[in-house]
């Protein structure tokens, strides 16, 4: 349960950055990229193996952590 909640608070705060950083001007095709991979393919690979989940699940948290260095540059 606490795993899900992580996975959901983690998605929530991503939204919420999202909403707070649009800029009409700035290319952001990425970040959302980056949501729609948080949506479809962690949720997805949990069914398939945990081991490959759990390695696209590390791929997913280090591209959340380059959107957010790269958005404060």
């Known amino acids: 349960k606490a795993h899900r909640l992580t996975?959901?608070?983690?998605?929530?705060?991503y939204v919420i950055f999202l909403w707070v950083s649009h800029s009409p001007t700035k290319n952001e095709w990425f970040e959302?990229?980056?949501l729609v991979y948080f949506l479809l393919v962690i949720p997805i690979t949990r069914r398939i193996n945990i081991t490959f989940h759990a390695i696209l699940?590390?791929?997913?948290?280090?591209?959340?952590v380059g959107v957010a260095s790269f958005s404060v540059l």
């Open 7 to 13: 996975f959901y608070f983690v998605v929530l705060s």
């Open 57 to 64: 699940a590390s791929l997913g948290l280090i591209l959340l």
């Open 32 to 34: 959302y990229i980056v």
